[in-house]
């Protein structure tokens, strides 16, 4: 019997089909670039120092209010504090010159209590300087970020069942359109509350990531689908991450970068409409009728003759048409054949998304402008993409990311032995790492498409997305381990990979073998790992294979 990529060989590659279909799927993805890093603009601090608003003090005594403090053994003014206005206002009106008068160290301080005034030379506004994200509530700037990648989690868990139940597409377009008007909404908000509750939907909606990339890996074949798994989907990702700081340098004031930002899906969601629902999925849920139709007008598109019945033979038909079982996330823990590629799954994909999102908010702050701080964290990317592309077109899957895994820890433990008088070798190290990283992130979800049957495939993906936003969620938080030891998040990031590269060994290999679309061909792909069950299984043992215990 023949399998899915053998049935649809008559499409050929790269037809007016799959290349309307490859760059329809890409744009989908292009958002999330622009999304993904935007608090970097949205949640920056503007220099801010204490308002003065009282006009009955001399000028000597408005430029002396504010207190001066030493961070990091340099002079600074306080931006938190300043010396009691009714005591300088008292001082003022007797006349006394601050400094040769009176010696300011001795006089008592006090906190904004009049609110801040914030420096508008980079920005015009930002959500700090709107709902004052600073001194005692600056906790709610990290909180906010935690928020997003919370609602990134949350939408992965539940995003792959619902994808899985109701299809690749509508859960697609569903979650575009959710993220396009939160995206918009988010400007009107009132209060810090409003606005993290409208950036947790948003980041609901950022997975559509993980249909987009589901649903090439099942509509297309061959080097169309690793191209779009690696290459296609990553720039995509890259090209929005570079389009935005272009707009948050000429759109300085946070409300107009976020009604700047909903544009694009605005104007690309009517045409992501005509994006065909995944024929493998429709098949799975013995849907074969549709599943036809939409082959045939792919061959009508691509001007080939179409076989008289498409899936006659296909073992996909007989496995799944008349199939009503669902599978939920606890059988990639219930069932033996995907239980252990699980657990290693989703700590590749924990590890890479913590080194991934920690390398990527610390090269942002390398440059003293933000705007170039961000383009170049996101120049880097494009390279590793270009090498994840090759590597997933010549090189066996588990290789790679041992690869990956293993470059990205050696830069991180060796930044501890750099001069502090050599600082771009520190630089370049950490760039090494965040290549390494980006490119096993792009490597990590094609091999985990690879690795699972159709009917699993989305949750599976899903899981583990979901399993790698925890890193994200907590890649702030190990950044700020160095207040104990400046090395200690490198540490952790490359032991972290380390383990990961270990780990990465006891996965099945995928490299130039078709998608499995049932279970059962997942348990053989098993079994021709180890050689010790290569042998043949009487009936009673397969049955015992199949068993969840």
């Known amino acids: 019997m023949k399998d899915y990529d053998t049935t649809v060989a008559f499409l050929g590659q790269w037809g ?7 760059f ?22 503007p220099s801010h120092q204490c308002l003065v608003s009282d006009t009955n003090i001399t000028e000597d005594w408005r430029k002396s209010i504010i207190p001066v403090e030493v961070v990091n053994g340099k002079p600074e003014l306080s931006s938190c504090s300043r ?53 005692t509530d600056q906790w709610k700037r990290p909180f906010t970020t935690l928020v997003f990648f919370l609602g990134v989690l949350f939408g992965s868990v539940f995003s792959g069942q619902l994808s899985d139940r109701y299809g690749r597409k509508p859960v697609l377009f569903a ?21 993290i509750v409208l950036l947790f939907f948003n980041g609901l909606a950022q997975i559509n990531y993980l249909s987009a990339l589901v649903l090439g890996a099942e509509v297309l074949t061959g080097n169309e689908r690793v191209l779009f798994s690696s290459l296609g989907s990553c720039l995509s990702f890259a090209i929005g991450y570079m389009t935005l700081p272009l707009f948050a340098y000429f759109l300085r004031d946070w409300k107009s970068l976020l009604y700047a930002l909903s544009v694009p899906s605005v104007v690309f969601i009517p045409l992501w409409w005509f994006i065909p629902e995944s024929p493998r999925w429709l098949i799975s849920q013995g849907r074969v009728e549709e599943a036809e139709a939409i082959l045939r007008k792919a061959a009508k598109w691509n001007k080939v003759q179409v076989p008289k019945t498409i899936f006659e033979d296909c073992n996909v038909t007989k496995t799944r048409t008349h199939s009503k079982e669902q599978y939920t996330v606890l059988d990639l823990l219930r069932l033996r054949s995907v239980r252990a590629t699980t657990l290693i799954v989703c700590l590749l994909s924990f590890s890479l998304c913590v080194g991934y999102f920690g390398l990527s908010f610390n090269a942002a702050q390398l440059h003293g402008d933000p705007y170039i701080s961000c383009f170049l964290a996101a120049v880097v990317e494009i390279p590793a993409y270009i090498s994840s592309w090759v590597a997933l077109r010549y090189f066996p899957r588990r290789l790679s990311l041992v690869g990956c895994f293993l470059l990205g820890a050696m830069p991180l433990f060796f930044i501890q032995l750099v001069p502090e008088d050599l600082p771009n070798l520190s630089l370049t190290l950490e760039l090494v790492g965040k290549y390494a990283f980006t490119t096993g992130i792009s490597l990590i979800f094609a091999y985990v498409a690879e690795l699972y049957p159709t009917v699993l495939r989305n949750t599976a ?25 400046t090395f200690l998040p490198y540490i952790i990031l490359g032991a972290l990979a380390v383990l990961s590269a270990f780990a990465t060994l006891f996965l099945s290999e995928s490299f130039k073998q078709p998608l499995p679309e049932t279970i059962q061909q997942v348990e053989e792909r098993e079994r021709m790992k180890c050689p010790c069950k290569s042998r043949k299984k009487t009936p009673l043992s397969v049955r015992q294979q199949d068993s969840p215990l």
């Open 24 to 45: 329809l799927l890409c744009s989908t993805i292009v958002p999330n670039g622009l999304g993904a890093f935007t608090l970097i603009f949205l949640t920056d601090v």
């Open 16 to 22: 007016r089909f799959q290349l309307i279909f490859f």
């Open 461 to 485: 993906t899903g899981i583990c997305m979901a399993v790698s936003r925890m890193g994200s969620c907590i890649s702030p938080f190990v950044l700020n381990l160095r207040v104990y030891f």
């Open 83 to 135: 010396y009691r206005l009714d005591v300088v206002r008292n001082l003022s009106a007797l006349g006394y010159i601050p400094g040769r008068d009176v010696n300011l160290t001795d006089l008592e301080q006090e906190g904004c209590v009049d609110g801040w005034s914030y420096s508008k030379d980079i920005y015009q506004s930002t959500i700090v300087s709107e709902f004052d994200l600073v001194c």
């Open 175 to 195: 979650t575009m359109a959710v993220q396009t008007v939160f995206v918009f909404v988010q400007a009107f908000a009132t209060s810090w509350v409003v606005f």
